[in-house]
């Protein structure tokens, strides 16, 4: 309740985490007055630079469901997931803000509103596994939405999947364990609409790992109810119809959401990239050898400026999870042994917590099972994302261990068994292990990462405590609150406190861009750096650059007729153009950029562009006019009409 009060308050002062600050740096001078905490984050593009850019570009035009920036037009429900007047806007309520209350409301509900469902998830999971621990499973929520791997790649489509995971699974305790039907029905409902809200995201490197994690607790819960009588199984079903019944709506919704879109998935999967992706069992022994980057939270990226670094190549690929799960492994596996010697019973539940941590091991450290790991679609999961199954299992472990400790305290007291140190032991003996390589790895190999992250002391000591101090009944909380200082710590300053959005339609240049095509409509094109393709975005005209989900049939028709450069554009990626002699070749400086040469004189050019706006000098002024020259703050840009060429 209070994190949604706070959130609420947050969303009417329009205040959320959004780094479209950075733009500030090149049209600004000052202090950025919208600025309240932090700074942004520039590494975020995918947030700042992309999706704030094509949020701003749909408020522009009206919210469609087809945005007509590119030649031919691009959804805007499917892979970029932007606010539109669709039947699918009701199955995404991370964009009612912008939709109900305007662009800068909007925002700061879309930054928050997914937040608040991830620590609401966390927590309910953690009382319904382990009642009577309410601070415990407060302290635990909130280390969640701190973790590095959620705040460097925070979004919806990232957020969803962990939120849904962990509300599934506590709504599966619920449906086995709650006779009212309404009860099962308000969870059945919940779970099946966000479950559709998670699928249309589409970001399968969060949902896959997310969705293994839940179906193994699934498995495990189900199998904890011995359902191996006739009448058993029969019970099972019935406490599981109304879950049955909205994962077959879910599918059915999902099924209707992709027939209706069927050729963007189509246009999606063709491409080179990330449609032929594919990568193999046992990754991490080329990406990350020494495993530094997946177990260094330690040294976590938010008070880096090293990058890169041993860690990873920037902060992002760098944010792991502080893997209390993966500690808390030995000692689970030693309390669902310990059950099998005591009472000749397998405790299914503990079984499949450990069965998911040794499945997502295996996909990183052993090579040579890649069908079996694209039947699972791990394939499709950087390793450096499939940390967040980690996370999605930290509730888990921790209140399965606290669930064990009670239970164990409880038959101590009786004298119906002995005191036994062994499980905390193991864990803690394996947390200490894990933070005394990667500190001898990092001073080391990367000594200058130490010095930027001069806060891991503070980490390492809450690490261990709050491993060490779980096994202990009256120490709980305290081990619960370690993890929390442990997670803000690390990930609290990595994103910024800021009001409202930088709307680079505010500029100088901006305006005038606007006021040109108001004026008289034509097709722009953006030369030189992003900020170009960045202002022709948000500005809502026609235009080749921008961030492409999926290649435009019709948009590259016009730039590339005979398809000899295809192998270059067919890809998600960012289009940006820099002046070059003749018809447009495109080429691949990074895997998610394509750029492509721009003549004015070229035919492409004389056919299809009528305004250029760049932030550099052309080479040649044969076939442009100068029209606009705009100065503010670092930025210089100018905007040529296309004519053609005298003589």
């Not at 050898?289 to 760098?318: C, D, I, R, W």
């Not at 170009?532 to 809502?540: D, E, I, R």
């Not at 080749?544 to 435009?552: E, I, K, T, V």
């Not at 000899?564 to 080429?587: I, K, T």
């Amino acid at each position: 309740m209070l994190v949604a009060l706070l959130g609420l308050v947050l969303i009417v002062l329009h205040i959320s985490g959004t780094s479209s600050g950075a733009n500030f740096r090149l049209f600004g001078t000052g202090v950025d007055p919208q600025l309240l905490f932090s700074s942004p984050k520039e590494i975020r593009t995918d947030e700042w630079l992309v999706q704030q850019g094509w949020v701003v570009s749909q408020a522009q035009q009206g919210f469609p469901l087809v945005n007509g920036t590119f030649p031919g037009g691009m959804n805007t429900t499917a892979v970029m997931e932007l606010p539109s007047w669709d039947w699918t806007a009701l199955l995404r309520p991370h964009m009612w803000g912008f939709l109900l209350f305007g662009l800068e409301a909007g925002v700061a509900w879309q930054w928050w509103i997914p937040g608040i469902a991830l620590a609401t998830a966390a927590y309910l999971l953690f009382v319904t596994l382990v009642p009577r621990r309410p601070a415990t499973a407060a302290f635990v929520a909130t280390a969640v939405f701190f973790s590095p791997i959620i705040q460097w790649w925070y979004g919806p489509n990232s957020i969803w999947p962990v939120a849904w995971a962990m509300l599934a699974m506590a709504a599966t305790v619920w449906f086995l364990r709650d006779t009212r039907r309404w009860v099962r029905i308000v969870w059945a409902v919940t779970v099946g609409w966000l479950a559709v809200t998670t699928a249309i995201g589409l970001y399968i490197p969060f949902s896959a790992p997310c969705i293994i994690v839940f179906l193994l607790f699934f498995i495990g819960t189900v199998l904890q109810d011995r359902p191996w009588s006739k009448d058993r199984l029969g019970l099972l079903l019935r406490r599981l119809a109304p879950m049955i019944v909205a994962g077959v709506a879910a599918a059915g919704v999902i099924g209707l959401f992709v027939v209706t879109r069927l050729d963007v998935f189509v246009a999606v999967g063709s491409t080179v990239y990330p449609g032929q992706r594919s990568d193999p069992t046992g990754r991490i022994l080329l990406d990350d050898p020494q495993a530094v980057g997946f177990l260094g939270a330690l040294f976590g990226q938010s008070f880096s400026a090293t990058s890169p670094n041993v860690l990873g190549p920037n902060p992002s690929e760098s944010a792991t999870v502080i893997l209390i799960s993966l500690f808390l492994t030995p000692a689970l596996i030693w309390f669902a042994v310990s059950a099998w010697r005591r009472e000749r019973r397998i405790d299914w539940l503990l079984v499949t917590t450990c069965l998911t941590t040794i499945l997502f091991l295996a996909y990183m450290f052993v090579p040579g099972w890649d069908a079996l790991a694209r039947l699972l679609l791990l394939d499709k999961v950087p390793v450096s994302r499939l940390r967040v199954g980690f996370l999605a299992m930290t509730v888990v472990a921790v209140a399965l261990t606290v669930r064990e400790v009670e239970t164990r305290a409880a038959r101590v007291a009786h004298g119906r068994m002995p005191r036994s140190l062994g499980p905390a032991v193991l864990s803690t003996a394996a947390v200490v292990a894990v933070c005394a390589y990667v500190a001898y790895m990092i001073f080391t190999r990367d000594p200058g990462v130490v010095s930027a992250t001069w806060l891991w002391p503070i980490t390492l000591v809450t690490m261990i405590l709050s491993t060490a101090l779980l096994f202990f009944r009256r120490t709980v909380p305290v081990a619960a609150a370690c993890l929390l200082i442990a997670a803000v710590t690390i990930g609290a300053a990595v994103n910024p406190l800021y009001r409202g959005i930088f709307n680079l339609n505010d500029t100088r240049i901006g305006q005038a861009v606007r006021e040109i095509d108001d004026a008289d409509p034509g097709t722009w094109i953006g030369v030189g750096e992003s900020s170009t393709m960045a202002v022709l975005v948000s500005s809502g005209v026609d235009a080749y650059s921008g961030m492409q989900p999926y290649p435009s049939e019709e948009m590259w028709e016009d730039i590339d007729p005979d398809g000899s450069d295809e192998a270059a554009w067919n890809r998600l990626g960012y289009v940006r153009w820099v002046f070059g002699p003749g018809e447009p070749e495109s080429a691949n400086p990074a895997t998610d950029q394509i750029v492509s040469t721009f003549d004015a004189c070229s035919e492409f050019a004389q056919q299809n562009v009528d305004y250029v706006l760049t932030d550099g000098v052309p080479p040649t002024m044969d076939c442009l006019t100068l029209i606009a020259d705009e100065q503010q703050g670092a930025s210089s840009m100018q905007i040529y009409s296309v004519g053609p060429q005298a003589g």
